[in-house]
T-cell receptor, first 114, second 112 residues
Framework: DAGITQSPRHKVTETGTPVTLRCHQT?????MYWYRQDPGHGLRLIHY???????DKGEVSDGYSVSRSKTEDFLLTLESATSSQTSVYFC?????????????FGSGTRLTVV | QKEVEQDPGPLSVPEGAIVSLNCTYS??????FMWYRQYSRKGPELLMY????GNKEDGRFTAQVDKSSKYISLFIRDSQPSDSATYLCAMRSGGSNYKLTFGKGTLLTVNP
């Protein structure tokens, strides 16, 4: 997707290992979000950021941490991966221009915890 | 009660049919309403947005918002196989908080 990339696209990891997913944007947008998408649950917000070093929790933040040291990068870390964290993870960005803003989503990271 | 309710379907229609997708919500503070389309194994993409009540048309797509009933709809006219996707409604309140609340999505299949 234009202006936002996620890496890796796919990952298989073992239970108990730490995992870091990266979201990189070239739009200079202020807001960045991490969602997970699961059948029957839809998109659920994990964490979001409203500026460099400014982050806050979403509705399913337990077991996850984030960092944003630069405007363009937002990292999601699974501190000790569990099978319940097997999911598709989406990063999204939105601007801040005092008008309606939709999100632009990345292509997703498919994570499997075995 | 969930803030946003959306029938997950699946919904299967023949090519050329008119499709109606709907969401209800409980938070009266919601002012901005959006529809996203998500193809299989892709990220959601913004399809339509509306502010407050009313209709908005874009080609074969019409978005309707009825704030008095807390009900939003997306209509697709002359549906095409390429419209086969999951459609998610999303909404947010006004102000500087841009956090969106999503419905769970409706899976639509348009059969040739």
């Amino acid at each position: 997707d234009a202006g936002i990339t996620q890496s890796p696209r796919h990952k298989v990891t073992e239970t108990g290992t730490p995992v870091t997913l990266r979201c990189h944007q070239t739009e200079n947008h202020r807001y960045m979000y991490w969602y997970r998408q699961d059948p029957g649950h839809g998109l659920r917000l994990i964490h979001y950021s409203y500026g460099v070093k400014d982050t806050d929790k979403g509705e399913v933040s337990d077991g996850y941490s984030v960092s944003r040291s630069k405007t363009e990068d937002f990292l999601l870390t699974l501190e000790s991966a569990t099978s319940s964290q097997t999911s598709v993870y989406f990063c999204a960005i939105s601007g801040d221009r005092g008008r309606i803003n939709g999100y632009t989503f990345g292509s997703g990271t498919r994570l499997t915890v075995v | 009660q969930k803030e946003v309710e959306q029938d997950p379907g699946p919904l299967s229609v023949p090519e050329g049919a008119i499709v109606s997708l709907n969401c209800t919500y409980s938070n009266s503070a919601f002012q901005y309403f959006m529809w996203y389309r998500q193809y299989s194994r892709k990220g959601p993409e913004l399809l339509m947005y509306t502010y407050s009540s009313g209709n908005k048309e874009d080609g074969r797509f019409t978005a309707q918002v009825d704030k008095s009933s807390k009900y939003i709809s997306l209509f697709i006219r002359d549906s095409q196989p390429s419209d086969s996707a999951t459609y998610l409604c999303a909404m947010r309140s006004g102000g500087s908080n841009y956090k969106l609340t999503f419905g769970k999505g409706t899976l639509l299949t348009v059969n040739p």
